[in-house]
Structure formats: structure tokens, C-alpha cells
């Protein structure tokens, strides 16, 4: 089965020190990797996304992720935490091919709380 | 205007109720999603509509019935439902084009329904 693991509930950092937050995906054929925060009583707001091409994604906000396909992970990673960097974040998977390109799998979610 | 509105913000009905939800947005998009969102898990995918027309339905029970009259509307008519339905209810839409499936979604923020 295709699935998405965010292995931390809850990532506890620092103003201003390094924030990663892991995701690793089990779907086959070369996906599309997603992604998306969260803030409280918010919808979903799109970070950055894999497609093809350098391993390192520069998103907005100052987020970047790290595509790693050997290790089939896309870690999201931010060189200074700011406390209004504390939401939830999503990790989401997009077959590249099938009858299910139109679905994004998504992980169970991080919450990052920083403190001042 | 890259935005995906959704209304009413909150809903609360009865069991016995007729209500619905409208998402809109005019950026173009020509795939258009439903999902439900419990507290501090991922999105649910429910409805996904191409072209105004019905792709996806994930086995979503008939007493949520989406509409999609035109390509920048997308509603989800309530009827019956039960106090498990209160959720989170998020629109979201991305640009659709034949072999491509890398385009990110864009949310809205969701209705939040409660059921009595």
C-alpha cells in the first residue's frame, strides 16, 4: 500500500536554531512530493513541491526541503526557526503515474512548536 | 486573485437539517476537491471533480452530495447526517492539464460543521 510517515508528532525547537522535520514516502514510480502548513483554524498553505531536477527545493517563507530517493525522503528544513514558524505541517505524495494522479497522499502530520 | 473562498466559516446543524457548502475561486483551476478534516489529522480526500465533472468519489456515504454547476463553483449539499460528520470541511482547487499531475492545491479555509 502507498503511504506517507511523518515519524514525529510534534517537533520542539529554539528561536533561531535549525528546524528539519522528517518525512519518508513508500510510493512507487518517482512521485511528486509536497509540502503544506498549517496554522490553527486555517486551511492548508502550499510550501514547496519535488518534481524533478536538483535534490534541494527552495520554498516560501525560507523553508527549503532535501529530496533524498535512495532513502525515499523529503525532509523540510529551515536554517532559523521563528515562533510564528509553530503549525502543523503536512508531507504529501503525488503518483507520478495511474488512475490516481489526481490524489495526494498525506502524512499524519508534525506539529512544530517553537519556543522564544 | 489566487484565493479558494469557502462559506458559511461555521455551520452547526441538526441531524434532520438540509444545509450546504460553497467553495469558489477564479484562478482558472479546472480540478476542484472536497476533503474532511478531523482535528489535527490529515485531510480526508472525499469528492474531486475534472472538468465539472464527478473523477473521484471516495466511497463517501449519499448523505454528502457535491455539485459542481460551474468551473469556478464546487458545492457539497448536507442531508441527515450524524454527529461524527463534525469536521473540518476543506475546498481546494489546482490546475488541470492532461499528463500532469505536479500542479500543488490550493485550500481554502474550511467550514467548520458541528452536528447535534
Known amino acids: 500500500a502507498q503511504s506517507v510517515a511523518q515519524p514525529e508528532d510534534q517537533v520542539n525547537v529554539a528561536e533561531g536554531n535549525p528546524l528539519t522535520v522528517k518525512c519518508t514516502y513508500s510510493?512507487?514510480?518517482?512521485?511528486?512530493l509536497f509540502w503544506y502548513v498549517q496554522y490553527p483554524n486555517r486551511g492548508l498553505q502550499f510550501l514547496l513541491k519535488?518534481?524533478?531536477?536538483?535534490?534541494l527545493v527552495k520554498g516560501s517563507y525560507g523553508f527549503e526541503a532535501e529530496f533524498n530517493k535512495s532513502q525515499t525522503s523529503f525532509h523540510l528544513k529551515k536554517p532559523s526557526a521563528l515562533v510564528s514558524d509553530s503549525a502543523l505541517y503536512f508531507c504529501a505524495v503525488r503518483p507520478r503515474y495511474g488512475g490516481a494522479t489526481n490524489k495526494l497522499i498525506f502524512g499524519t502530520g508534525t506539529l512544530l512548536a517553537v519556543q522564544p | 486573485d489566487t484565493e479558494v473562498t469557502q462559506t458559511p466559516k461555521h455551520l452547526v446543524m441538526g441531524m434532520t437539517n438540509k444545509k450546504s457548502l460553497k467553495c469558489e475561486q477564479h484562478?482558472?483551476?479546472?480540478?476542484m476537491y472536497w476533503y474532511k478534516q478531523k482535528a489535527k489529522k490529515p485531510p480526508e480526500l472525499m469528492f474531486v471533480?475534472?472538468?465539472?465533472?464527478?473523477?473521484i468519489n471516495e466511497s463517501v456515504p449519499s448523505r454528502f452530495s457535491p455539485e459542481c454547476p460551474n468551473s469556478s463553483l464546487l458545492n457539497l449539499h448536507l442531508h441527515a447526517l450524524q454527529p461524527e460528520d463534525s469536521a473540518l470541511y476543506l475546498c481546494?482547487?489546482?490546475?488541470?492539464?492532461?499528463?500532469?499531475?505536479?500542479?500543488?492545491?490550493?485550500f481554502g479555509p474550511g467550514t467548520r460543521l458541528t452536528v447535534l
Open positions: 484562478m482558472g483551476h479546472r480540478a
Open positions: 519535488y518534481i524533478t531536477g536538483d535534490n
Open positions: 481546494a482547487s489546482s490546475q488541470e492539464r492532461l499528463g500532469v499531475s505536479y500542479n500543488e492545491q490550493f
Open positions: 471533480y475534472s472538468y465539472e465533472k464527478l473523477s
Open positions: 510510493v512507487s514510480g518517482n512521485p511528486y
